[in-house]
């Protein structure tokens, strides 16, 4: 019984580590999802290669997140695993319905933290605390870049590249009259 009762509480820590981690990478500037899913892959160590976490590298803040997050899954895991070994050990010994007590208890827990983890209504509760706490105690800097660039009237910030067969190269801007094709640029850089 004491196993199944850590066992909730090693993955409930989990799941706090892995919140606040999203928040402090939004603080960084990362979108929310973008966020969440770089904070799940470093807990578990499962290591995707995309752009985000090309991203995550080359930001000093990110790296240090994405560390500490390694290091705690990694001693997370551990004490999962070994908590749950623990249980199972535990009632070994014991009669089937000491079986399906635990069972019944750690799939009853393991319900409710997904359903508390997937919760939009705590999540919004949860994560003004949390990004209060980290700028008022911790070393991340609070840049939101989505609440910058959000814009209206299906307008959007993009990054085109122009190849040198493009119909864009080898004009200038004022050539180009882009303005008029209801785009702005907001900068040029040159390989």
């Given at each position: 019984?004491?196993?199944?009762?850590?066992?909730?509480?090693?993955l409930?820590?989990?799941?706090?580590?892995?919140?606040?981690?999203?928040?402090?990478?939004?603080l960084?500037?990362?979108?929310?999802?973008?966020?969440?899913?770089q904070?799940?892959?470093?807990?578990?160590?499962?290591?995707?290669?995309?752009?985000e976490?090309?991203?995550?590298?080359?930001?000093?803040?990110?790296?240090?997140?994405?560390?500490?997050?390694?290091?705690?899954?990694?001693?997370?895991?551990?004490?999962?695993?070994?908590?749950?070994?623990?249980?199972?050990?535990?009632?070994?010994?014991?009669?089937?319905?000491?079986?399906?007590?635990?069972?019944?208890?750690?799939?009853?827990?393991?319900?409710?933290?997904?359903?508390?983890?997937?919760?939009?209504?705590?999540?919004?509760?949860?994560?003004?605390?949390?990004?209060?706490?980290?700028?008022?105690?911790?070393?991340?800097?609070?840049?939101?870049?989505a609440?910058?660039?959000?814009?209206?009237n299906?307008?959007?910030i993009?990054?085109?590249?122009?190849?040198?067969?493009?119909?864009?190269?080898?004009?200038?801007?004022?050539?180009?009259n882009?303005?008029?094709?209801?785009?702005?640029?907001?900068?040029?850089?040159?390989?």
């Open positions: 019984m004491i196993a199944v009762f850590t066992l909730l509480v090693a409930s820590l989990t799941l706090l580590i892995t919140r606040i981690a999203t928040v402090a990478l939004t960084t500037g990362m979108s929310r999802q973008s966020a969440q899913f904070a799940r892959s470093a807990l578990t160590g499962c290591g995707f290669t995309t752009d976490s090309e991203a995550v590298m080359k930001h000093p803040v990110r790296r240090r997140i994405v560390l500490t997050l390694m290091l705690l899954g990694n001693a997370g895991i551990v004490t999962v695993i070994g908590t749950l070994v623990a249980s199972l050990a535990g009632v070994a010994g014991g009669t089937y319905l000491d079986w399906v007590q635990n069972l019944s208890m750690l799939a009853a827990g393991v319900a409710a933290l997904m359903l508390l983890a997937n919760s939009r209504w705590i999540d919004r509760r949860m994560s003004p605390i949390i990004e209060w706490a980290l700028v008022r105690f911790g070393r991340v800097q609070a840049c939101d870049y609440a910058l660039f959000r814009l209206a299906g307008y959007a993009s990054e085109l590249l122009v190849a040198e067969d493009d119909w864009l190269a080898d004009r200038s801007l004022m050539e180009l882009l303005p008029a094709e209801g785009v702005l640029v907001l900068g040029v850089q040159r390989a």
